[in-house]
């Protein structure tokens, strides 16, 4: 097996560090033919673990489509009978890497609806802040109002990245090294400052069109 595929295999099954670090992407992206072909074999094998979900996404793994529209589906009923049951704990929102893994897959509006109700009415801000980091792969026109109106949201790392994700599908830098860029003054608690950040964030995509998938 190549280095990539041992850098593949520690990260996702062997690393215990991997939830804090971050996963290692990158080797993803070096394997191809049988190695890539087994990666998605294991990958699947462990579902619906969150690693695999992530990694079979980022392989584009068009054969795990059914099993992560599958995961999905029992997600999103798990989301809505907690909604309908008071004083019921809400679920982990996994469902925000699950639709972002489908989306890469293949694109298709129903994965982009979850993120968006995600984004819009998450009531934990890790779920809407989840989201708007997963519509950084989505430049869609029916994403661009719900990530315009989640740089209001009381968050500023939700504001951040929906900052970022706006950036990005219009074919702009999301990230910057400046800490006067608008991406950092809309997490500003000065209501003025933030003000001014969402004001340039909205100026820099006004006109532009979205980047292609």
């Not at 990539?4 to 993803?28: N, T, V």
């Not at 989505?138 to 994403?143: G, M």
């Given at each position: 097996?190549?280095?990539?595929?041992?850098?593949?295999?520690?990260?996702?099954?062997?690393?215990?560090?991997?939830?804090?670090?971050?996963?290692?992407?990158?080797?993803?992206?070096e394997l191809a033919g049988d190695e890539r072909a087994r990666a998605v074999e294991m990958l699947?094998?462990?579902?619906p673990d969150t690693r695999a979900v992530i990694g079979l996404g980022e392989l584009r793994a068009r054969e795990a489509e059914p099993f992560l529209a599958q995961i999905l589906d029992a997600e999103e009923q798990e989301y809505r009978?907690?909604?309908a049951t008071p004083g019921a704990d809400r679920p982990a929102d996994k469902r925000t890497y699950v639709a972002k893994a489908l989306w890469q897959v293949r694109p298709d509006p129903r994965w982009l609806a979850t993120l968006i109700d995600a984004l819009a009415h998450g009531s934990e801000w890790t779920e809407r802040m989840h989201a708007a980091?997963?519509?950084f792969v989505?430049?869609?026109?029916?994403?661009v109002e719900p990530l315009k109106a989640a740089l209001d949201d009381e968050n500023e790392l939700v504001r951040h990245h929906a900052a970022r994700a706006l950036l990005h599908i219009h074919g702009l830098p999301a990230d910057a090294g400046d800490r006067d860029h608008f991406v950092y003054r809309i997490m500003s608690d000065d209501p003025a400052r933030r003000e001014a950040g969402k004001r340039d964030i909205l100026a820099a995509v006004a006109g532009r069109v979205l980047a292609a998938r």
């Open positions: 097996m190549s280095a990539a595929f041992e850098r593949f295999r520690y990260s996702f099954f062997d690393d215990p560090m991997s939830a804090r670090d971050g996963l290692d992407l990158a080797a993803l992206r699947i094998d462990v579902l009978e907690a909604l980091e997963a519509l989505a430049p869609d026109p029916i994403v």
